[in-house]
């Protein structure tokens, strides 16, 4: 049984890391970090809260700590926990630079211990089925990829304030490390980027809103996000010699996680037909559509990788290399933003 101690109680995890912890077998949520409040606890009757981190690192039953707290926090926070020789997930970003997780990814491998960023959205359901679609020619050649993550929210917010501050690297550090993951993931390394980093909301203090241009031999991919879109964009679209592909909405594990406490026996991560993408293609000189059903989406499956790799029996199910690389990218998207020009990526100085 591996014992995992979680480092923040706010949103991520409530409604990430605990119900998914929960869920998964020989992993067992055992200690909960939260400073003040008892959500936790009553939540999970019997798991041990610490008021401090230094009380929650003094658990030597623990075998693996979370860290979920704000982005502004996670560095330090990281720093103190790998620090001990302690294995961690770290939520995404793992950190607000790229120099800075390359200098936790030395630190644990100077202590012996794994630093695992978490990006459950490898497994959403829409994403998997993007993936068999491309790792099967659906489409053909690939020509254009489009993935994102548009919202209608114009008002101000009343709470999670912490995003509004400028260190926390705003939409672009928040949406943008799940779809610069994704895509890297499905493609490797782009050659170029451009992009727009935006504030588009009269009262915004940190950007709301970004689109970014991949060049890729071959083919382009476009990443984007903002808060102002009502109704949404497409989640995916792609085009192709042969054939697009069209997905609307966004995979429905975020919604069902937020309340519940543990995942119940049964189906999980299905999509209802009427939220299935379509693919248009040329059969027979004519245009078909067709549904696709969307893969079952299973958030578990990072844990389970997690676990595995604590016991020793596999790789870590993300890598801490892959968090460098995303975030690399994101700056590069930054310094295109700020510049007004395409960034030629320079991908040296990669952790190892």
């Known amino acids: 049984m591996v014992r995992v101690g979680l480092i923040g109680f706010g949103m991520a995890g409530r409604v990430?890391?605990?119900?998914?912890?929960?869920?998964?077998?020989?992993?067992?949520?055992?200690?909960?970090?939260?400073?003040?409040?008892?959500?936790?606890?009553?939540?999970?009757?019997?798991?041990?809260?610490?008021?401090?981190?230094?009380?929650?690192?003094?658990?030597?039953?623990?075998?693996?700590?979370?860290?979920?707290?704000?982005?502004?926090?996670?560095?330090?926070?990281?720093?103190v926990v790998l620090?001990?020789?302690?294995?961690?997930?770290?939520?995404?970003?793992?950190?607000?630079?790229?120099?800075?997780?390359?200098?936790?990814?030395?630190?644990?491998?100077?202590?012996?211990?794994?630093?695992?960023?978490?990006?459950?959205?490898?497994?959403?359901?829409?994403?998997?089925?993007?993936?068999?679609?491309?790792?099967?020619?659906a489409l053909g050649r690939l020509v254009y990829f489009e993935s994102r993550f548009d919202r209608w929210r114009p008002a101000k917010p009343t709470n999670r304030l912490w995003k509004e501050d400028p260190a926390s690297g705003g939409v672009l550090l928040d949406l943008g490390t799940h779809i610069a993951d994704q895509a890297l993931t499905l493609f490797g390394k782009p050659e170029a980027v451009q992009a727009d980093v935006l504030m588009e909301r009269e009262w915004a203090k940190v950007n709301d809103g970004f689109e970014i241009q991949l060049r890729y031999k071959g083919f382009t991919v476009v990443l984007g996000a903002n808060s102002l879109c009502a109704p949404a964009a497409p989640r995916f679209h792609l085009r192709g010699t042969v054939g697009n592909f069209w997905k609307y909405g966004v995979d429905p594990q975020e919604a069902a996680l937020n309340k519940i406490t543990r995942i119940?026996?049964?189906?999980?991560?299905?999509?209802?037909?009427?939220?299935?993408?379509?693919?248009?293609?040329?059969?027979?000189?004519?245009?078909?559509?067709?549904?696709?059903?969307?893969?079952?989406?299973?958030?578990?499956?990072?844990?389970?990788?997690?676990?595995?790799?604590?016991?020793?029996?596999?790789?870590?199910?993300?890598?801490?290399?892959?968090?460098?690389?995303?975030?690399?990218?994101?700056?590069?998207?930054?310094?295109?933003?700020?510049?007004?020009?395409?960034?030629?990526?320079?991908?040296?100085?990669?952790?190892?």
């Open 16 to 79: 990430f890391h605990s119900p998914l912890i929960s869920s998964v077998d020989g992993i067992e949520l055992a200690g909960v970090m939260e400073r003040s409040t008892n959500q936790a606890a009553e939540r999970y009757p019997g798991v041990t809260i610490h008021r401090s981190l230094d009380a929650i690192l003094a658990d030597s039953s623990l075998d693996l700590f979370v860290v979920a707290t704000p982005t502004t926090t996670h560095l330090e926070v990281a720093r």
């Open 83 to 137: 620090g001990a020789g302690k294995n961690a997930i770290v939520d995404k970003p793992v950190a607000t630079s790229s120099s800075h997780i390359a200098e936790l990814i030395a630190l644990a491998r100077s202590k012996g211990a794994m630093l695992i960023p978490f990006q459950n959205r490898r497994w959403d359901g829409d994403f998997l089925t993007v993936k068999e679609l491309l790792d099967h020619d």
């Open 264 to 352: 119940a026996e049964g189906e999980w991560g299905v999509e209802p037909e009427s939220e299935w993408g379509r693919l248009y293609a040329d059969v027979d000189g004519a245009t078909r559509v067709m549904p696709i059903e969307t893969i079952h989406g299973d958030f578990r499956r990072y844990y389970e990788g997690v676990r595995d790799a604590v016991l020793g029996k596999a790789e870590p199910p993300v890598k801490a290399v892959e968090a460098w690389r995303t975030a690399r990218l994101l700056e590069f998207a930054g310094e295109s933003s700020e510049k007004r020009c395409e960034v030629i990526c320079d991908w040296s100085g990669e952790p190892r």
